[in-house]
């Protein structure tokens, strides 16, 4: 991979990143047509990465699909996919760890210990191996782009983080590679998020100010889907993550969901 872009870069060619995990749908597809017609080289890598991960069963029922993800990049214009082992990325020895401070305390953070540094540590190597002008990210993870893109400043990582919205099914549920796991009766009520983060932005956009408020009546509408269990509902600042008691500024909820032994996660803009 460091051969392969420095090839790139010298022959004055923008370079393109989309990290992924793997097991493409529609919403890693929508970030790699979007670098496509951003660079002249397009990555796009695909690392289950084990650092990340907080439970072993998460890890292991983690779907590979390498023979269609490989087709799709095909398909999309992807020029090469970097698909690294586990070994080579950790091998004997390795000891370092990125990590960002205040950004991954709360919010998913808060509940899945070592996860972010598992993130920040993989994109840092796929970054310097990649060495992308552009790097894409989705929204669907806020937490994770807002503390990639401080990551990248604070590390004077010379690329530009993008973001892009939350691709979604057509009933409203975010497109998730952990979606599959679903039976079809957690299908149906993994709906919630949505209608849960649809009642909250009704609330803020009619005029509720305080978060409690809005908290709670996105919590009820979770509550009435019997299969799902929440984990965590918080309003935070858009920019900082810190969690809010009112709405003044721009605003962002988001919430963690288990149906059965699947852990959803969705966000939006509030206002
Ligand atoms: P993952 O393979 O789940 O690690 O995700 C790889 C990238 O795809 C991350 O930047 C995610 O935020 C992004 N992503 C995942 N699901 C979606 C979606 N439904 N819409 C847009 N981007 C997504």
């Known amino acids: 991979m460091h051969a392969l872009s420095d090839e ?19 919403g890693h597809l929508s970030l790699i047509d979007h670098a496509r017609a951003q660079a002249d080289f ?8 084990p650092l990340q991960f907080d439970r072993d069963a998460d890890l292991d029922a983690y779907p590979r699909t390498w023979e269609a993800d490989s087709a799709l990049c095909s398909e ?7 698909a690294p ?6 091998p004997q020895g390795f000891a370092t ?9 709360g919010l998913c953070g808060a509940h899945r210990p070592g996860h972010f540094d598992g993130v920040t540590t993989v994109v840092a190597k796929l970054f310097g191996a990649a060495k992308p002008h552009i790097a894409v990210f989705g929204q669907k993870d806020y937490q994770q782009l807002k503390i990639i893109t401080r990551m990248t400043a604070d590390l004077d990582m010379d690329l530009e983080v993008i973001g892009r919205p939350t691709l979604r099914e057509a009933d409203g549920l ?15 009520q993994a709906l919630c998020l949505r209608r849960a983060l ?3 932005r009704e609330l803020a956009q009619g005029g509720e100010r305080d978060v409690e408020t809005i908290k709670t009546a996105a ?48 966000n939006d803009a509030l206002n």
């Open 8 to 26: 790139v870069r010298s022959a004055g060619k923008r370079i393109a990143l989309v990290p992924t995990m793997g097991a493409l749908h529609a």
């Open 42 to 49: 397009l990555v796009v890598s695909i690392f289950v990465n």
């Open 76 to 82: 999309h214009g992807v020029d090469a996919i970097y």
């Open 85 to 90: 082992t586990v070994p080579s990325m950790y």
């Open 97 to 105: 760890k990125v990590t960002v401070a205040g950004l991954g305390q």
């Open 174 to 188: 975010a497109m998730s590679s952990r979606n599959v796991h679903l039976s079809p009766e957690e299908r149906a």
């Open 198 to 200: 649809d009642k909250a």
């Open 219 to 266: 919590a009820q509408v979770v509550e009435g889907a019997p299969l799902a269990r929440m984990e965590y509902l918080e309003v935070v600042d858009a920019d900082n993550l810190a969690p809010l008691a009112r709405l003044d500024g721009p605003a962002r909820m988001a919430m963690a969901v288990w149906l059965g032994t699947t852990r959803l996660i969705d």
